[in-house]
Each structure stands twice: as C-alpha cells, then as structure tokens.
C-alpha cells in the first residue's frame, strides 16, 4: 500500500522535524508570540517555494490544503507582514522533477502536517493568547474535520496508488521533509 510505505520510508525524516530546535517552542509552555511568529515566516518561505514548484501539478483529490493561504490569514489575524519573496529560493532547494509522482509525496506531507499541527495549535492558542474569535489557520486549517479529511486523503492513495511509482512518491516525500528540515535550519540561523 502506497500510505504505508511513505509512512515507514519517511520515518526517519519525519521524527527529526519533530525535535527539530526551530519547532520544539510550538511544544512548549512558554512559546511566545514572537517565536510564533518567527515559525509561521519559517514555514512560509518553504511552502511558498514547494508551493510554486509543484504548481503546474495537478490532482483530484478535493480538499488539499492550502499552507500559503492559511499562513498569510494567519499574518493577517497577527497584524504582521510575510517574508518577501526573494528569501523563497536561498531557503529551499528543488531539484526534483515537478511531474505527478512527486507531487504525491509532498502532498502526502502537506496533507499529514496538518494532523500534528491540530494538537500544536491548541498549545499555541494557548500560550500567546489568541482571542476565540482569532484561529490558528496554519496549524488547523480543518478544525473538527481533521480527522475526515485525512481518512478521504488515504482513500485518494488507496485509489491512485496503481498509477503512481511509489519510489518516485516516496522520494519526494523524503525531499518534502528534507528541504523542510533545511528551510527551517536556514531560517532560524538568519532570522
């Protein structure tokens, strides 16, 4: 099955972004708005850059998540600006081919994040202070339906997983958390 095998093939990749220095203040009880912030213009600049990559890339499946959308209504929510575009290309690097198979992949990691980020945002609601009215759009673009929208998402893959190679899909996928891991890495040494 494709799901199980970007789960197990990804592991590794995956767990480092868990400890990872740059995101381990989303955990903590002390997050301030300040290092929120400065995750949020991490995340940013890496999804605009895989965003743009894949985007001649198609797919039926019918709610993928919108990580540039979501992270600039949360700018907006906080009153501040998104990094500029030309921090995009130096923060991650996209040498794979931009076809359907590794597209898979990444959306296989854009479409997961949003299962930990649900759990992250309670925390961060939490700590900074957000009013009821204010919502975490990165970290819970779904709400309630999280778990759903994930559900039809392994069905997609069951559905597709005959025509798509799965070590194209896997690849790309571990280059989603790879570059990811860089980007952060690169936005926190310089920001």
């Known amino acids: 099955m494709l799901h199980n095998a970007l789960k197990t093939k990804t592991h590794e990749a995956h767990m480092r972004l868990h400890v990872h220095s740059f995101t381990q203040p ?10 929120y912030e400065r ?10 850059a895989l965003e ?18 979501a992270l600039e209504k949360d700018f907006q929510t906080l009153g501040i600006s998104p990094p ?14 931009a076809d ?24 961060i609601e939490r700590t900074i202070g ?18 759903p929208v994930w559900k039809s998402f392994l069905a997609y893959l069951e559905r597709i997983e005959d025509s798509v190679c799965m070590d194209s899909a896997i690849h790309g996928a571990n280059h989603a958390f790879s570059a990811m ?3 952060l890495t690169k936005w926190k040494t310089n920001n």
């Open 181 to 183: 891991e860089q980007a």
């Open 52 to 69: 743009h990559h894949y985007e001649g890339v198609k797919s039926d499946f019918g709610n993928i998540f919108d990580p540039v959308a």
């Open 100 to 123: 359907f198979d590794h597209y898979i992949g990444y959306l296989y990691v854009k479409q997961g994040s949003t299962l930990g980020g649900q759990i992250m945002s309670k925390n």
């Open 130 to 147: 957000l009013d009821r009215d204010k919502k975490v759009h990165f970290f819970n673009p779904y709400g309630k339906s999280t778990g």
């Open 84 to 97: 500029k575009n030309n921090s995009f290309g130096k923060a991650v690097q996209t040498d794979l081919p």
């Open 26 to 35: 989303l955990q903590s009880a002390t997050l301030t708005r300040v290092e």
């Open 39 to 48: 995750i949020l213009k991490g995340f940013y600049t890496y999804y605009s």
